[in-house]
């Protein structure tokens, strides 16, 4: 019969998470994944698999979460157009500029690793689809309520709001300024959502 973990698997999650998205998959060793978790290789890759199953099961729990957390906006906003407006705004919120400076798992990753580990881009498509099906829902509610034109075809719109907040996320991890960030988010606004 085998033992019963010993160990709070979420707190274990979420410390391998953070090591990852601080310091990317490659620079991130096993001796980092075993201290921040607080494991032995054995029981690591016993209860995770190897780096690579680990970092892909991180990723896509990420991308989930990011998921629900955007399905919930969407629904407790009080406009559609004001969901998509916080959604490009949002790496230029944090005044300080760190969280416009660390980025987002998903778009570090995915800058990363695409192009040398598939299931990276397969996740990383899975995961924008979704961002953009909420999107699509935003924009077309916004249509709906009056600010957004009701000619233009929510679809692009919806990849190209995600276009330009991705644009936003790059700027940011280069250590641009939060007022630049916000104002380049601005413009793309403006573009972006013909009313």
């Known amino acids: 019969m085998p033992r019963p973990r010993e ?10 998470r953070q090591e990852f ?5 490659a620079a991130t ?7 921040v978790s607080g494991l032995g290789k054995g029981s690591l890759y016993g209860a995770f698999g190897d780096k690579r199953a680990l970092f892909l099961r991180v990723l896509r729990e990420y991308n989930d ?14 406009r559609g157009v004001d969901f998509v407006r ?11 500029g760190a969280s416009a400076q660390r980025g987002c798992l998903l778009a570090n990753s995915t800058a990363e690793l695409a192009m040398s580990m598939p299931d990276v881009a397969a996740e990383a498509r899975r995961s924008y689809d979704a961002t ?6 935003a924009i077309e509610r916004a249509q709906r309520e009056g600010d957004v034109d009701p000619g233009a075809d929510a679809e692009p719109v919806a990849y190209a709001v ?8 790059a700027l940011g991890r280069t250590g641009m300024g939060v007022d630049v960030l916000a ?5 793309a606004l403006g573009r972006l959502l013909p009313s």
Request: proline share 2%; aromatic share 6%.
């Open 29 to 35: 060793s096993l001796d980092d994944l075993m201290r």
């Open 86 to 96: 916080e959604f490009v705004r949002g790496p230029s919120c944090d005044s300080t």
């Open 162 to 169: 995600l276009a330009a907040q991705l644009g936003v996320v």
């Open 65 to 78: 979460a990011n998921a629900r957390m955007l399905q919930e906006r969407l629904a407790s906003t009080s």
């Open 7 to 16: 160990f709070d698997e979420d707190r274990v999650v979420e410390a391998i």
């Open 21 to 25: 998205w601080d310091k990317g998959y």
């Open 132 to 137: 953009a099906e909420v999107l699509v829902e």
């Open 183 to 187: 104002s380049v988010a601005e413009s």
